[in-house]
């Protein structure tokens, strides 16, 4: 796999470092993930998979002492505390950097590593509010709405961490050196969305929210619901397919008003729902699959490991425990990534033989076992 032979250690965080480590992991890299003693009975990682845990006091000295031994022995580093929790530690980056050149240490955070907000707590809403982004988020007369926290922890904050690492991985293969990466979650969302900054002078914005082309102003960019409850998705921006949509509905498009009319589309959106619900889902698949109207189908997570397009494409995986979820992408061709079908670890399982590879012995091993620096978990007792 790409990333095989690349150590990472991921510090135990909430959403976005865990996707980080788990995107490594799923393209080879081995991801050991250092969680807290004493430990919760469950992990609340469910973002674990292919990597492994120690279970690790940073509180203790001899426990931040292990990390910055393990940090010598590591590629990269990812990091989820806000601003200054490290340094607490002893563990900041002029620290570990020092004791290892080559260390990728990544900080994965909200408002980033200095700013007014660096130290202050916050969730994806309060990131992607800051970006900018969340103001044009919405329905016509209604508040900003975040869809769900994909946007800023995983899109923003796992994947572009990701992107970070892997760069930075590169870079090193041509000057020996690691870095700090300053992944402030604010700013990667932010940056996904420069075609919203760069298309300002394209009129594409002028309008208030939910009433521009691609906010669910346009009656031919919306979702429609259809006679069983279920929902068609339409995306059929350029004239073409647009009139194919047209054609679809049954309509005659030499009786409607031009496709970008804008004071016409609030009562265009009208009528297209109103035809949408005289079917089922399955219905209007049956009528625009094959076509260029580019409406499809909004699928359930009951119903989209089975659509015909994803099974062909084996877009999603089951695991040992029967666990349905996305395969790894983007797919590639001669080293895609392999996931683990295993279930996702236990605080703590991994402690021993994390130790023992990273050259700890088993006496140093069993001090800090006795000291309560580390904890041990039996998979047994955790079925
Ligand atoms: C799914 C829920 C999560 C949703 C997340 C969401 C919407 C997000 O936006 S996540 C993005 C959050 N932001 C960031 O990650 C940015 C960077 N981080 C931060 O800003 C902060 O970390 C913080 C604000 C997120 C949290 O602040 P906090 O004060 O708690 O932490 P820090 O200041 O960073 O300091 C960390 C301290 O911890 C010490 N530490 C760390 N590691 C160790 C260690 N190994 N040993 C010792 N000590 C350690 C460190 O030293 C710091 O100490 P100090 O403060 O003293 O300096 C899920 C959210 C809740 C989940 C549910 C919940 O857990 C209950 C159930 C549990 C059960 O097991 C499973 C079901 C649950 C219902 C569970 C379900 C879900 O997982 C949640 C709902």
Known sequence: ????????????????APLCGMILADFGAQVVRVDRTPRSAVSTDVQGRGKRSLALDLK???????????????????????HGVM???GLGPEVLLQENPR??????????????YARSAGHDINYLALSGVLSKLGRKDENPYAPLNLLADFAGGGVTCAMGIVTALYERTKSGKGQIIDASMVEGIAYL??????SQNLGLWNRPRGENLLDSGAPFYETYKTSDGKFMAVGAIEPQFYEELIKGLGLDSGKLPSQLSFSDWPEMKKKFASIFAQKTQAEWCSIFDGTDACVTPVLSFDDVASHQHNKERSSFI?????????????????????????????????????????????????????DKVIEFSNPKANL
């Open 60 to 82: 203790r000295p001899s426990g931040a002492a292990a990390l910055r031994r393990l940090c010598r022995g590591t590629d990269v580093l990812i990091e989820p505390f806000r």
């Open 318 to 370: 089951e695991n040992d425990q029967e666990e349905i979820s996305p395969r790894p992408a983007p797919l590639l061709s001669r080293t895609p990534a392999v996931p683990s079908f295993k279930r996702d670890p236990f605080i703590g399982e991994h402690t021993e033989e994390i130790l023992l590879e990273y050259g700890f012995t088993k006496q140093e091993i069993t001090k800090l076992y006795s």
């Open 193 to 198: 969305s420069s075609f919203l900054w760069k």
């Open 87 to 89: 340094e607490k530690l």
């Open 1 to 16: 796999m790409a990333l095989s032979g690349v150590r990472v250690l991921e510090l135990a965080g909430l959403a976005p």
């Open 103 to 116: 260390l990728i240490y990544a900080r994965l955070t909200g408002f980033g590593q200095t700013g007014k």
